[in-house]
């Protein structure tokens, strides 16, 4: 039954993180004024603001104008439930739980806004590196390893740029991108914040590479690296004790 309400509550937390998502990068009030179609403005009923099945009852389309509903209001609200069982997984009912949860979300927000928008939001990366700082205090990370986390993540991925400009003559990473890997790192310490950058660096290239071979874009073609960063950041987040396991067995350390 806790798995099931946590589920729901992580739901309705989606729904919200929906509106994140169109409000803030827009820089317009997430409270006011109520959800509403944004094409045709109709206040949504509450009985169409149900996460998910009001997706799909309403066959992904508002009730008055019949506009499209887009695919990304149900797979927030279904991720952010999820995610909210995972973090109660490997957190249980404890002070990271909420620490943690609240990070996911800001990444959840970060993804969708940067592949839209091609933008990370200052309004999100920002008091979340100070909640990351603060929050460390009371998690096991410790305020040293935030700190350093911060420094390493958002220092490593400003030299990444830098190197890269220099290379290539192509601009690097953007100030949003360095905010964000300084974030991730408040959170993360700076071990897992380079995994992070590793990972993502990858998947960011090949994906790239398939780009200019498929479709002939440039390399000049701007892509969303917050995209790739964050969702990594999750999963590291929610994997690192069995990532660094495996590396050990691996590697022959401690046998």
Same mark, same amino acid.
């Given at each position: 039954?806790? $798995?099931?309400?946590? +589920?729901?509550?992580?739901?309705?937390?989606?729904? $919200?993180?929906?509106?994140?998502?169109?409000?803030?990068?827009?820089?317009?009030?997430?409270?006011?004024?109520?959800?509403?179609?944004?094409?045709? *403005?109709?206040?949504?009923?509450?009985?169409?603001?149900?996460? =998910?099945? !009001?997706?799909?009852?309403?066959?992904?389309?508002?009730?008055?104008?019949?506009?499209?509903?887009?695919?990304?209001?149900?797979?927030?609200?279904?991720? !952010?439930?999820?995610?909210?069982?995972?973090?109660?997984?490997?957190?249980?009912? !404890? +002070?990271?739980? &909420?620490?943690?949860?609240?990070?996911?979300?800001?990444?959840?927000?970060?993804?969708? =806004?940067?592949?839209?928008?091609?933008?990370?939001?200052?309004?999100?990366? &920002?008091?979340?590196? /100070?909640?990351?700082?603060?929050?460390?205090v009371f !998690?096991?990370?410790?305020?040293?390893?935030?700190?350093?986390?911060?420094?390493? @993540? @958002?220092?490593?991925?400003?030299? =990444?740029?830098? /190197?890269?400009? *220099?290379?290539?003559?192509?601009?690097?990473?953007? @100030?949003?991108?360095? *905010? &964000?890997?300084a974030m991730?790192?408040?959170?993360?310490?700076? *071990?897992?914040? &380079?995994?992070?950058?590793?990972?993502?660096?990858?998947?960011?290239?090949?994906?790239?590479?398939?780009l200019m071979?498929?479709?002939?874009?440039?390399?000049?073609?701007?892509?969303?690296?917050?995209?790739?960063?964050?969702?990594? @950041?999750? /999963?590291?987040?929610?994997?690192?004790?069995?990532? /660094?396991?495996?590396?050990?067995?691996?590697?022959?350390?401690?046998?």
């Open positions: 039954m806790d $798995f099931v309400l946590l +589920f729901i509550a992580g739901l309705a937390i989606g729904s $919200f993180l929906n509106v994140c998502i169109h409000r803030v990068p827009r820089r317009i009030s997430v409270c006011f004024p109520s959800s509403h179609c944004p094409l045709c *403005k109709t206040p949504i009923r509450p009985m169409d603001n149900i996460p =998910v099945f !009001s997706f799909l009852i309403l066959k992904g389309r508002c009730r008055h104008c019949g506009a499209r509903i887009r695919w990304q209001y149900p797979v927030v609200e279904l991720a !952010s439930g999820l995610l909210l069982l995972l973090s109660y997984f490997k957190f249980g009912f !404890s +002070f990271e739980l &909420l620490l943690y949860y609240a990070f996911c979300c800001a990444l959840v927000v970060i993804t969708f =806004v940067d592949l839209e928008f091609r933008i990370i939001p200052d309004t999100i990366t &920002l008091p979340f590196m /100070v909640l990351g700082l603060a929050g460390s !998690s096991g990370l410790g305020l040293a390893q935030s700190l350093l986390g911060i420094i390493v @993540g @958002g220092g490593s991925l400003t030299l =990444v740029g830098y /190197v890269y400009t *220099k290379i290539t003559k192509v601009e690097g990473m953007g @100030g949003g991108d360095v *905010k &964000l890997t991730m790192g408040a959170f993360l310490g700076w *071990k897992a914040v &380079l995994i992070v950058i590793f990972v993502a660096s990858l998947a960011g290239s090949a994906l790239g590479i398939v071979l498929m479709f002939r874009m440039s390399r000049r073609t701007p892509i969303p690296f917050g995209s790739f960063l964050a969702p990594v @950041g999750i /999963v590291v987040l929610l994997c690192w004790s069995r990532l /660094v396991e495996w590396y050990l067995s691996n590697a022959g350390i401690g046998h």
